[in-house]
């Protein structure tokens, strides 16, 4: 039964992290898209560097070698997945630190800016949906 200090009670609203929206769109376009690699010469799966304690992207140099606080972290790669920036965090229902079996692996060469990989290969990116085929 209410009191009559309930009355007087200030109700707050609390902070929400912008980091959270943000991974669980990446993570549910990502659930949308399909596993298939976007031509038989891109690699099945992609690693983007990540700071383990803050679960950010950091520059591929970091994990040269890997340590606690610097892992690999990989997406099962297709056309559609957009990849986190360097400095950006990283959804991590989408991929894993786990490294996958498989012959068609890359470790390094997602564009910092992040983006889509355009078809063809790595070391090309679109950040505004276009592409260009090769």
């Not at 109700?11 to 992290?17: K, M, P």
């Not at 891109?42 to 990540?50: L, M, N, R």
Request: glycine share 8%.
């Amino acid at each position: 039964m209410p009191t009559a200090s309930d009355n007087n009670r200030v109700l707050r609203s609390r902070r929400v992290s912008y980091a959270l929206p943000a991974a669980v769109a990446v993570s549910l376009l990502s659930a949308s898209c399909s596993t298939t690699p976007a031509t038989p010469q891109d690699p099945t799966h992609a690693a983007v560097c990540v700071d383990t304690k803050s679960q950010t992207r950091v520059a591929d140099t970091r994990c040269s070698p890997e340590t606690a606080n610097y892992r690999r972290y990989w997406y099962p790669h297709t056309s559609d997945l957009v990849y986190p920036a360097v400095g950006a965090a990283i959804a991590l229902g989408v991929g894993s630190f786990v490294r996958p079996n498989g012959a068609r692996l890359k470790e390094s060469g997602v564009p910092a800016a992040g983006g889509k990989i355009v078809r063809g290969g790595f070391g090309k990116s679109s950040n505004d949906g276009s592409s260009s085929g090769s």
